[in-house]
């Protein structure tokens, strides 16, 4: 990302994934701004970062004053503040930047429909696990974005993860799969915990043996040529007890549960996408 100068407007849990990420990367600190809702986090950006940050909180203008010299801007503003936010920020867009949005059901058209022709707009659906250095990012160009554009993205979302490329019309559904899918995985974390202390193991004992599984596992996934279905098996006996704790799950129809939440995080990202500026 060398000779960019980004401005990351909304520095929340998502926003500075991507700041630490670009700065671990190699990005020189004196090329980004960010705009953070605080003072205080403004100050923790800057001493953490070495960067400018602008809170909205000390100044109505914090958003445009990140935003203006830049030609990659990042907007991490929760979704239904994005169009106003680019609505904000609008004449200090300078011809030929590149938004990239991460507003969830947002589409490229609202947002080009805000800012006119002197921007190009990329979509992006990054996860949480980005925090961390192996997030899941899907990203998709709008109308007036070029392939080196994708590709300028595609650099700046590696940076905190494995990125995949996608038309738009399949971003929303992407969103359901590896945007919500660490919730998913938290949940399931959840519920374990809770089956381990109802068999009288202690919150510690249960954290630890929780954690490590689903760590050992996904590691083990991940590193494997085998399909889930394949390790599942390794670790299923015949009519052995996990066996017996599987078949629950089918008796559930633990699929049909998830075609169904994802439907319903389907339904709900097409209707984000509905809001107004």
């Not at 250095?133 to 590709?151: C, Y």
Request: net charge negative; no cysteine.
């Amino acid at each position: 990302m060398d000779n960019h100068q980004i401005a990351i407007l909304g520095s929340g849990s998502m926003g500075t994934a991507i700041l630490s990420g670009l700065i671990a990367a190699g990005s020189a600190p004196e090329m980004i701004k960010a705009s953070t809702a605080t003072s205080k986090s403004a100050k923790a950006l800057t001493e953490k970062f070495s960067i400018q940050a602008f809170a909205i909180e000390a100044s109505e203008s914090a958003n445009t004053e990140a935003a203006e010299g830049a030609d990659i801007l990042l907007i991490a503003v929760k979704p239904a503040k994005a169009l106003e936010t680019l609505g904000e920020i609008k004449s200090s867009i300078q011809d030929g930047a590149l938004v990239i949005s991460v507003a969830a059901g947002i589409t490229t058209e609202a947002m080009e429909q805000v800012i006119g022709s002197k921007a190009s707009v990329i979509r992006a659906m990054p996860n949480t696990p980005s925090i961390v250095g192996h997030g899941v990012t899907g990203i998709s160009k709008g109308a007036s974005a070029n392939d080196a554009q994708l590709e300028i993205a595609k650099q700046l979302f590696e940076t905190v993860g494995q990125v995949l490329i996608v038309e738009e019309n399949k971003i929303n559904a992407l969103s359901t799969i590896s945007g919500s899918g660490p919730a998913y995985v938290f949940y399931f974390a959840e519920k374990l915990m809770a089956a381990a202390k109802k068999l009288g193991f202690s919150e510690k004992e249960a954290n630890l043996m929780v954690r490590a599984t689903f760590l050992g596992s996904a590691t083990l996934l991940a590193a494997s040529s085998d399909s889930p279905e394949t390790l599942r098996a390794q670790v299923t006996s015949p009519n052995g007890t996990t066996m017996q704790a599987t078949a629950k799950f089918d008796e559930a129809d633990l699929e049909k549960v998830f075609i169904e939440a994802t439907g319903a995080a389907l339904a709900r990202a097409i209707e984000l996408g509905n809001v107004k500026s």
